[in-house]
């Protein structure tokens, strides 16, 4: 599978794996002190290519998605889950098996730039489902962010990403439907 995007990833671990799973042109951020260099060369991949931002499911990796996102409007977000991530104890994108990477690949979201339009799910509709300081809530956002591809994210920063994404009130809808089927086995 060829990839148009070039795929931003944290390091030459992580571009192995993903040239083992997909034929594509990496960046590596050498970690989360992204030097100035590394993001004009994000950018100009952005004008000409685009580019798909695939960080390592962690605190680390959600901080140079966050940099990169505000430095670097409109890319794609690919997320890998922590389990997909996860071998021997080690998380990373380099410890995802080639099918886990093509399956994030496919998935990616576009990020939508003008967020200033008004979002149809509700902080209160967050609360409301559960979403929020319940003592299952973070499991339910994790299946959520997994189900709609955007990732986990604390309640403030999966409501963002609801937003960042698009993601409308069918498919939340969508979603919640079967988080109740899958809490009701």
């Known amino acids: 599978m060829k990839i148009k995007e070039v795929i931003v990833v944290e390091g030459r671990d992580d571009t192995i794996a993903i040239q083992r799973a997909v034929d594509a042109d990496t960046i590596e951020t050498g970690g989360s002190a992204l030097s100035l260099e590394t993001i004009q060369r994000i950018k100009k991949a952005q004008q000409i290519r685009g580019v798909i ?21 409109g890319v794609k977000h690919a997320f890998l889950t922590r389990e997909e991530a996860t071998k021997n104890g080690k998380i990373g994108v380099e ?9 994030a690949l496919k998935e990616a979201k576009t990020e939508w730039v003008n967020q200033d339009q008004e979002n149809t799910i509700t902080w209160e509709r967050i609360m409301e489902e559960g979403l929020i300081g319940g003592e299952d809530a973070k499991q339910k956002r994790l299946f959520l962010g997994q189900y709609l591809g955007i990732g986990y994210g604390n309640a403030k920063q999966f409501y963002k990403r609801l937003k960042m994404f ?14 109740k089927k899958r809490e009701d086995e």
């Open 53 to 73: 931002i695939f960080t390592d499911p962690d605190y680390p990796g959600e901080k140079i998605r966050k940099t990169i996102s505000q430095m670097v409007p």
């Open 95 to 103: 410890c995802a098996t080639k099918e886990a990477i093509i399956k």
């Open 166 to 179: 698009q993601i409308s009130e069918q498919e939340f809808n969508e979603a919640l439907k079967h988080l």
